[in-house]
Antibody
Framework: EVQFLESGGDLVQPGGSLRLSCAASGFTFRNYGMNWVRQAPGKGLEWVSSISASDDNTYYVDSVKGRFTISRDNSKNTLFLQMDSLRAEDTAVYYC???????????????????WGQGTMVTVSS | DIQMTQSPSAMSASVGDRVTITCRASQGISNYLAWFQQKPGKAPKRLIYATSGLQTGVPSRFSGSGSGTEFTLTISSLQPEDFATYYCLQHKSYPWTFGQGTKVEIK
């Protein structure tokens, strides 16, 4: 069974840092891109960041550029999100989600976000 | 950035009703469009990918259609377990963007 287990969420003061982890199992992790999506309390979903399977391409929403860093350790089947200079508006549940197959073709290049983790809560407050 | 305008933002419907939710993209996104269902306190669940591809295990009363800039999620006969919030997502170009969500409530 494909699944993700997120961890690392916590209460942190503004300006602080956190590192989120997403441990993957049940599929060949190194063959897939990965994503982070967040949801502020009572709000909708917001895409945050993506990383390619090979780790050589990363993408961010403008509001986190320069503060968040996505990375992965394919030897440990784990995705990370390093969050620095945290702000109150970063308060949200953070989800990891499975991305696109490396070397995809045709419809497989549109097959993404099929599996999500359970989410981890990040609260930025003094 | 591509904006996704989802409508309606909320609706009331009865069991057995046909429900249609629309997402309009600010520019063409080909078939890079997915639909998700989310229930309170739970992670989103993918229903549709590539505009009209039904996720394995999702009931056939859910269907997706559209192309270019206008996309539709249809529930042919609403069931009690379908009361939830629904989101579209474009993943044609970064930053990927979700619609604002449609909350489907019981009438």
């Amino acid at each position: 069974e494909v699944q993700f287990l997120e961890s690392g969420g916590d209460l942190v003061q503004p300006g602080g840092s956190l590192r989120l982890s997403c441990a993957a199992s049940g599929f060949t992790f190194r063959n897939y891109g990965m994503n982070w999506v967040r949801q502020a309390p009572g709000k909708g979903l917001e895409w945050v960041s993506s990383i390619s399977a090979s780790d050589d391409n990363t993408y961010y929403v403008d509001s986190v550029k320069g503060r968040f860093t996505i990375s992965r350790d394919n030897s440990k089947n784990t995705l990370f999100l390093q969050m620095d200079s945290l702000r109150a508006e970063d308060t949200a549940v953070y989800y990891c989600a499975k991305g696109i197959l490396r070397f995809c073709s045709g419809t497989s290049c549109l097959d993404t976000f099929d599996i999500w983790g359970q989410g981890t809560m990040v609260t930025v407050s003094s | 950035d591509i904006q996704m305008t989802q409508s309606p933002s909320a609706m009331s419907a009865s069991v057995g009703d046909r429900v249609t939710i629309t997402c309009r993209a600010s520019q063409g996104i080909s078939n890079y469009l997915a639909w998700f269902q989310q229930k309170p306190g739970k992670a989103p669940k993918r229903l549709i990918y590539a505009t009209s591809g039904l996720q394995t295990g999702v009931p056939s009363r859910f269907s997706g259609s559209g192309s270019g800039t206008e996309f539709t999620l249809t529930i042919s006969s609403l069931q009690p377990e379908d009361f939830a919030t629904y989101y579209c997502l474009q993943h044609k170009s970064y930053p990927w963007t979700f619609g604002q969500g449609t909350k489907v409530e019981i009438k």
